[in-house]
């Protein structure tokens, strides 16, 4: 705990003793939940904190998490990035969707223990929820973290973010060829890269890069294509 706090404060991020018990029961409900179904790997108390929690905040290193955003969460498995974030940033307005509807079931519980407010859970497939007339280009941020390639995660997110928004994808080591890869799909779906930041993970000395790409025009209306073809048919 203060490792986690050091490293924050570091970057410039206080956090209150009520920050932090909310960060303790987090955790506390992760390892407990962990037992009953696959949440993470990583349950040491000490990784938990540097690789989930610590991890999740670092786009707010580079990007500002000002108050009431709307952040959308794509595949956030067990609230990453953005239950950290929304400990960190209270004001931000946070939306959820995964197609597991027993992960949900946890965050719910994250949601009610921590008391956490503006945070909306939806059950469904990406490709879906962004066809959805009331949530398309909607958010100022849509955010994932290790779901899959950056060419099939483009298809999932852009069609959410609003025009002047940002996709913010969390990656490793591989993240520059990924931005390579993906060019054609970043062009046809209305993304441009605005910035990559690499930084090291303290203690563990792993690559992270955080991927921004700004929505400068409208995704056509045919993206996302049908719940699957995405992963199959990458663009």
């Known amino acids: ?18 920050q932090l018990t909310q ?22 108390k000490d990784e938990v904190y540097l690789k ?4 999740s905040i670092t786009p707010s290193f580079y990007y500002p998490f000002s108050d009431h955003l709307s952040l959308c ?23 959820i969707v995964d197609s597991l509807k027993k992960r949900l079931t946890f965050l719910q519980e994250v949601i009610d223990k921590l008391a956490l407010n503006q945070v909306t859970l939806y059950h469904d497939r ?6 959805r007339p009331d949530i398309r280009e909607s958010f100022d941020i849509v955010s994932a973290r290790a779901v899959a390639h950056l ?6 997110c852009l069609p959410l973010v609003k025009i002047g928004g940002q996709f913010i994808a969390l990656k490793g080591a ?3 060829d990924e931005l390579k890869n993906s060019e054609h799909a970043l062009t046809v779906l209305g993304g441009k890269m ?6 090291i993970l303290p203690e563990e000395n792993s690559l992270r890069h955080i991927i921004f790409i700004e929505k400068n025009k409208q995704t056509p209306k045919k993206y996302p294509r049908k719940p699957g073809t995405p992963s199959k048919s990458p663009l």
Do not use: C, R
């Not at 705990?1 to 009520?18: A, D, R, V």
């Not at 960190?88 to 946070?94: A, H, L, M, Q, S």
């Not at 990406?126 to 066809?131: I, P, S």
């Not at 060419?151 to 999932?156: G, K, N, P, Q």
């Open 1 to 18: 705990m203060e490792q986690f706090t050091k490293l924050l404060e570091e970057k410039g991020i206080s956090l209150s003793p009520h």
């Open 23 to 44: 960060f303790h029961t987090y955790y506390e409900l992760l390892v407990e939940w962990n037992k009953k179904m696959n949440l993470t790997a990583i349950t040491e």
């Open 52 to 55: 989930h929690f610590y991890d």
């Open 73 to 95: 969460d794509v595949g956030s498995g067990a609230g990453f990035p953005s239950i950290p974030l929304k400990i960190v940033f209270p004001e931000i307005k946070v939306t």
């Open 126 to 131: 990406a490709e879906l929820f962004a066809k």
């Open 151 to 156: 060419s099939v995660l483009s298809e999932y």
């Open 174 to 176: 591989q993240a520059k």
């Open 194 to 199: 605005s910035k990559i930041e690499s930084l």
